[in-house]
């Protein structure tokens, strides 16, 4: 049910609702690239502040659209602000809504964001949207707020330079995944993730659907993603240097972080269990159907169909495997380095699947997977749409496959096994990240395609 609107942001439901189909599409965070909005319907639209020249409003709107020929819904939770007078850092978020007031993405201002904070300090509902507070946990209030980096499926914000919100922007009806994952790893004293404080919910479709989540904020850490592309700049510009002797040598981090996927797949099955699959019965046969699906996108990947199902008839070979709880969508942007340990974060799984897809059981090799291919687009990725050095891929190779022993080695000394003793299903869930990959980048960066092609040619040679 609509909650009242603000009066202060003097904006009709026929105005703003159009505004959205404009704007949602452009947003990096937005769910359905290539798709044609037909309507937006608002679900929700709860006051959180409402002023005579500032109103600050939580929207939760369901978008109705043509994707592949076919009709879908998606719903999304959009933070608005109203102004009447903007200041420079907030005109590039506006809204296409003409009128005296400016409406523009809340979580670019720093006075809403800290509403967040303040709502989850005192425990209150706004509304339709609940703030619960883990047990034995507090926020406090009065932090200053301000949003964290580039946005990806979600937005982070920081609160005092305390405590890190993360609002999903895409919210499919039931509990996320992120919450749950964190909470089980609290249970088993997880070392390598930033402690949960609290997260809020709404109903949506009926189910209570979680809308973001706040979490102690990893001060003074170094994303893995940064840390790696730093490394691997030093490494062309010492094209003389051996790479173990440069002084930004990633191979030490490398193996820390793998030590750190290890221990978090040990801690999540500890609390929630383990179950011997037969490969056949994984998600590993679905990968023929992904490269199916990707090639009426991208018709130069069909030839690989061939050589894709025989990797695929290897890996099935195995009979079995152990699946349990995992990330799902790990890469080095979802790790975090701080002076004692490499944290990771990010738990809701990969985008493109549906919430129900992202909390089955699966291999931890698929999370050993997408850092693989976070490793290769690390080191390649200075070299997209230069013209072909070979001894500038060299050293490229040279880093990643350095990067990627390190990993492997760290994650066995914790682990007891060592991924590379199921190379045929390692590799088969590491084709099925590559023609991910390849579909995204045919929608959203045509010119990076080639680095995606590039491992999918390598894995099933």
């Known amino acids: 049910m609509v909650g009242s609107s603000s009066s202060a942001s003097r904006t009709v439901e026929p105005q703003l609702t159009e505004a959205l189909a404009t704007w949602l599409p452009a947003q990096r965070w937005f769910g359905a690239k290539g798709s044609t909005v037909d309507s937006v319907q608002i679900l929700e639209r709860e006051v959180l502040r409402d002023e005579p020249h500032f109103a600050a409003e939580h929207l939760l709107v369901e978008v109705r659209m043509t994707q592949d020929g076919a009709v879908v819904t998606q719903t999304y939770q959009v933070p608005l602000g109203f102004r009447t007078e903007l200041t420079d850092e907030l005109r590039p978020w506006v809204l296409p809504v003409a009128g005296e007031v400016a409406v523009f993405d809340g979580l670019r201002d720093p006075e809403i964001i800290g509403l967040y904070g303040d709502a989850f300090a005192s425990g209150n509902s706004t509304g339709s949207i609940e703030f619960n507070i883990v047990d034995g946990s507090s926020v406090p209030s009065g932090l200053p707020g301000r949003v964290l980096g580039a946005e990806q499926s979600n937005t982070s914000v920081i609160l005092g330079d305390l405590l890190l919100l993360k609002l999903f922007r895409q919210v499919p009806p039931g509990v996320s995944p992120d919450v749950e994952l964190h909470r089980a790893l609290a249970e088993a004293g997880s070392a390598n993730v930033a402690p949960l404080r609290g997260w809020l919910e709404a109903v949506v479709g009926g189910e209570p ?84 699906g990707v090639a009426r996108v991208v018709p130069e990947i069909a030839q690989y169909i061939p050589a894709a199902t025989a990797l695929i008839s290897r890996a099935e070979a195995s009979n079995s495997t152990t699946v349990q709880r995992i990330h799902g969508d790990l890469h080095l942007g ?118 995606p092609m590039r491992a999918v040619e390598r894995l099933v040679s």
Do not use: C
């Open 334 to 451: 979802q790790v975090l380095g701080t002076p004692e340990r490499w944290l990771l974060i990010d738990f809701e799984g990969e985008p493109a699947k549906t919430l129900a897809e992202r909390k089955q059981m699966d291999s931890p090799l698929r999370d050993v997977a997408g850092m693989l291919r976070s490793f290769d687009y690390a080191a390649n990725h200075l070299l997209v749409d230069q013209p072909e050095d070979p001894s500038m891929r060299e050293r490229a190779d040279l880093w990643a496959a350095r990067s990627i022993a390190a990993f492997f080695d760290g994650y066995a000394s914790v682990a007891g096994q060592d991924p590379r003793d199921e190379a045929d299903l390692l590799r088969a869930y590491e084709l099925d990240k590559a023609v991910y990959e390849v579909l995204y980048e045919a929608r959203n960066r045509p010119t990076w395609l080639s680095l």
């Open 209 to 292: 659907t979680t809308l973001g989540m706040i979490q102690d904020f990893a001060a003074n850490s170094n994303e893995g993603w940064t840390a790696a592309l730093a490394s691997v700049r030093e490494v062309f510009d010492s094209p003389d240097t051996p790479i173990e002797e440069l002084p930004g040598d990633f191979a030490r981090d490398a193996h820390r972080i793998g030590a750190a996927v290890a221990h978090v797949h040990h801690d999540l099955a500890s609390v929630l269990g383990t179950v011997e699959r037969s490969v056949e019965s994984t998600a590993v046969e679905e990968i023929l159907a992904r490269i199916s």
